[in-house]
């Protein structure tokens, strides 16, 4: 991976862009060339156009072939939308990526060696942008040092084979960091809302920005294409300067979309995309049980004032309880897709957060990030080992991909990992201050050694950050030889309902405190009321 030559960027012949069908502008893309895609979860910013079109070119002609895509974050809903249009055997090469679970035909393809795949941290693939904008060879950073992006462990390769040069340490002033090489970009795939006959861009109705700037930027100067899928064409000079996103000189090919989805719940939503704020009605409980728990636990960690990241999965539930207890206007909530403020989505189309209080770039959200403008995060995990690791990235042949998880870890003042204690068929009653165990889950989580690094707890004691780690049952401290257990539920047994389903046993605090009562009400209530997304607005967008 080397920046570009000099010689390569060139200037549009025309004033104009070109104006194509989606398949035309499929057409361009060339065997052998590196596809840069921007987008996020459930359809945001998703040039879902461009994708089948491609796609569907590679399933009736054979071309392109052995494409390098690179993209940040999961573009696609798990149900074979987004880059799993271009899981197709021959189609591509290598995919470069920061999250690989909202494509699971993707994800197969990697596992089974068919396609060279590649995780890396997302802060560091959508700041790579910029990098090869400027000419510059890389990111150099300390995000990933000692985790499976490390070139001394993995080089963040997900499938078999030698790891390449992508990322190398580099010593600086008796400092490890980690340079990630820069990659030239032969095509970039992007979304706006509204495109001039200049090629100038708005996006007025999407959920975020992302990294479409940087990446029309990183590609132009690569001497590569930029191709975007817009939903409308307006004349010449009538969009406002101070709303145009990408300038036109940068945009190659415009691709128009009548019937462009600004997410796949489908119907435009003002309330995502701050047009205005969209009332919220009554918010219904979380329901009892081990998330509720955790995510009250959790919700207790956070003090007033705090800017705070929630990842997906377990810790999402955490939003809900700020809200239920009156306590989110006392925080700023973020998400690295580059808002803060208001409830963030849930599942497929995390990354969207209703009524946001603003919206930047995702490149100068995580520069926030990195920097340690975190107070704190809660996270999910997959697995806890011995030394006090994490892994949740990989289980077995699934590839989740690290996401913004390995940014934002590293770089918050402190973290709250949450999850289950086993998993895969656990069950539980709560209520009356107490948790009983029905019946136990078939996985520990707890183990003696993770199977994916994404979280070094090494690197964390170095860095004096504070960890814990909370299960329904039971909560943990990062101590200086691994996790402590310093809280238990009331009326469990210390040996029989924890530390027989560990793989390994952690050192045991005296004394040992018991869990807040008010963590397992007997009404469901409680103060775990669940966020609940804003109602959908009745009025049909207008043009």
Known sequence: MTTAPAGRRRSRPDVNPARMSAAEAAGLVSSGSTLAVEGSGGGVIEPTALLEALGSRSAESGEPRDLTVYFCAGIGDKQGSGLDNLARPGLLRRAIGGHFGMNPGLTALVASGQVEGFNFPQGVLTQMYREVAAGRPGVLTKVGLGTFCDPRLDGGRLSPGPTGDLVRVVEIEGDDWLLYRALPID??????????????????????????????????????????????????????????????????????????????????????????????????????????????????????????????????????????????????????????????????????????????????????????????????????????????????????????????????????????????????????????????????????????????????????????????????????DGPVLVEIAAGLDVERDVLAHMAFRPAVAQPLRTMDAALFPDDPTGSAGAKREPAPATAERRP
């Open 187 to 480: 095509f970039a795939f992007i979304r706006a809302t509204t495109a001039d006959e200049r090629g100038n861009l708005t996006m007025e109705h999407e959920v975020a920005s992302l990294g479409v700037l940087a990446l029309a930027m990183a590609c132009h100067n690569s001497g590569g294409k930029v191709i975007a899928q817009v939903e409308r064409m307006a004349a010449s000079h009538s969009l406002r300067a101070r709303d145009v996103v990408v300038p036109a000189h940068l945009v190659d090919v415009v691709v128009v979309v009548p019937e462009q989805r600004q997410t796949i719940i489908g119907r435009y939503q003002p309330g995502l995309s701050g047009e205005f704020r969209a009332p919220v009605d009554a918010i219904p409980a979380l329901p009892a049980g081990e998330r509720a728990v955790i995510a009250r636990r959790a919700a207790a960690e956070i003090v007033p004032g705090a800017v705070v990241n929630v990842g997906v999965g377990m810790a999402d539930g955490v939003p809900a309880v700020l809200l239920a207890e009156g306590r989110l206007e006392d925080v700023v909530l973020t998400v690295e897709q580059g808002l803060s403020g208001g409830v963030p989505a849930q599942g497929v189309l995390f990354g969207a957060v209703w009524n946001p209080d603003s919206m930047i770039d995702a490149p100068s959200q995580f520069d926030f990030f990195d920097g340690g403008g975190l107070d704190i995060a809660c996270l999910g995990f997959a697995e806890v080992d011995r030394y006090g690791n994490v892994n949740a990235s990989r289980v077995g042949d699934t590839v989740f991909g690290a996401g913004g998880f390995i940014n934002i870890s590293q770089s918050a003042g402190r973290v709250v990992f949450c999850g289950t204690l086993t998993a895969g068929g656990l069950v539980v009653r709560v209520g009356g201050g107490r948790i009983a165990i029905e019946r136990e889950g078939r996985h520990r989580k707890f183990v003696d050694s993770v199977q994916h690094m994404t979280f070094s707890a090494a690197q964390a004691r170095a860095r004096g950050q504070r960890v814990t780690y909370v299960t329904e049952r039971a909560v943990f401290e990062l101590g200086d």
